[in-house]
């Protein structure tokens, strides 16, 4: 008999969660991208290549200051910035645009 009221109230909590998922799977189906998405998701982009740049070149500078040598740490480092920032980047565009459904 105790087990009755936990299995009601499991299955309640199953159905309550199962209703939200269906909620929120029609909220991505039909949601309305507004101007200030657009401009948001140019934000998140520039960020995601300029600070891992800024990062890389700051430490590429520090780096050919205290060990000065014929390699361009800030080169090679600014390089790498970009090149992380631009998959950064692409991981944000793709999550943000891939369909759910």
Request: charged letters at 25%; glycine letters at 8%; hydrophobic letters at 45%.
């Amino acid at each position: 008999m105790s087990g009755e009221p936990h299995n009601g109230a499991a299955r309640d909590e199953a159905e309550q969660i199962a209703a939200r998922a269906r909620r929120k799977r029609a909220a991505r189906r039909n949601r309305v991208n507004s101007p200030l998405y657009g401009i948001s998701m140019f934000g998140l982009v520039g960020w995601a290549v300029a600070l891992p740049t800024l990062v890389g070149t700051a430490l590429g500078v520090w780096i050919d200051r205290q060990w000065p040598s014929e390699t361009s740490w800030t080169l090679i480092l600014l390089l790498a910035g970009v090149s992380l920032g631009a998959l950064n980047a692409w991981y944000w565009i793709d999550r943000e645009t891939r369909d759910d459904d």
